[in-house]
């Protein structure tokens, strides 16, 4: 690899490549020693194709649930089956997979910053900001480079846009599948807002049984399917369609709720 050669976005690939490395070395006890991570699915990521994929998934953490998926990725296709063990898959990352994920947070702060670098592609909500409900356009440019994504490489996306479950799914997700036409492949992950902060950079509690399980890519019929035909197959495959919710007391609930108030207020005093 060129030591210039940089990517669609224009980051440098050698200094993404070792931002990974760096936080993947650092990360990765959080998933095999502090807390178990159970995987299913990973053949299912050694046969796609290396660009043109659309990964999409429930939200629990800001960056722990990106983080986890950087590692299994990345074994996957060194050959682990269903396991992140032994940390040298990380050495050669897969450089072109990308993360959708709010402008807001991946501004507040330098390290957010750092890790905007190993892959976000960060958007403007047209629903929410600061903690506040809005209402205002969709960026063309953030369509646009959510397509140039796609086209490249891997791109993970949580078309709630919220780490608070059983949300309803963007429309705007929806949209770029038809527009785009890239392969969807759910996954479902758990365990991780029980086992980390908000953020998903302070572990909360060890010993937590976290999984991730990538299932098979969705059959959609882009040309003849509407937008909400796709949105009520997004809930079901990534089970946080209204049907699922007696997975979850009222009580946790507003504990989720109250976590998320109290985040947006400090996300406030960030950028004051």
Known sequence: MPLFKRNPFGHYLFIKKWIIRFFGVISHSRYRKFNSLQIEGSQILRDLPDSGVLFISNHQTYFADVAAMFH???????GRDDSIKNIGYIWQPKLNFYFVAAGETMRAGLLPKIFAYAGSISIDRTWRSEGKDVNRQVKNSDI????????????????????TPFKPIRRGTAHIIKTFKPIVVPIVIDGFRRSFDKKGLRIKRKNVLQSMVIKEPLDI?????????I?????????????????????????????????????????S
């Not at 299994?72 to 060194?78: D, E, R, T, Y």
Request: glycine share 4%.
């Open 221 to 229: 019929d882009y040309e003849n399917e509407d937008v909400s035909d």
């Open 144 to 163: 646009s480079n959510i397509g140039k994504a796609i086209d490249d490489g891997w791109v993970v996306t949580f078309p709630q846009g919220t780490t």
């Open 72 to 78: 299994v990725f990345n074994a996957a296709l060194k």
């Open 231 to 271: 949105i009520t197959k997004i809930e079901y495959a990534i089970e946080q369609h209204p049907s699922f919710l007696k997975v979850l007391s009222v009580k946790e609930l507003e504990e989720i709720q109250k976590e998320e108030d109290e985040l947006n207020e400090q996300r406030k005093f960030w950028r």
